[in-house]
């Protein structure tokens, strides 16, 4: 069974930055593509960003420049790197990655709050 688990959130002023991480259970080589999602209450679930097998990535318009993405497949880890967060950046942010197989998964989430 193949898992995504989060970690790295936690509460921030606005400026500052955190950097999420997650851990597949397995080999994320045999994942086709990930990326990180976010969801604020109320609101519906975004991408934030996401990265290919070949390490090409895609950003959403409101984090372009701030935030970044990265896999190391040697730890079988995709990272978030979120600078300059602001207040609407609040959310809880999901890991995800589509298996070779063709089967979304989904990690649990993390919360990210930022104070202004």
């Known amino acids: 069974q193949v898992q995504l688990v989060e970690s790295g959130g936690g509460l921030v002023q606005a400026g500052g930055s955190l950097r999420l991480s997650c851990a597949a259970s397995?080999?994320?080589?045999?994942?086709?593509?990930m990326g990180w999602y976010r969801q604020a209450p109320g609101q519906q679930r975004e991408l934030v960003a996401g990265?290919?097998?070949?390490?090409?990535?895609n950003y959403a318009d409101s984090v372009k420049g701030r935030f970044t993405i990265s896999r190391d497949n040697a730890k079988n880890t995709v990272y978030l790197q979120m600078n300059s967060l602001k207040p609407e950046d609040t959310a809880v942010y999901y890991c995800s990655g589509t298996y070779f197989t063709g089967k979304v998964y989904w990690g649990q989430g993390t919360q990210v709050t930022v104070s202004s």
């Open positions: 990265i290919t097998s070949g390490g090409r990535t």
């Open positions: 397995g080999s994320i080589a045999t994942f086709l593509d």
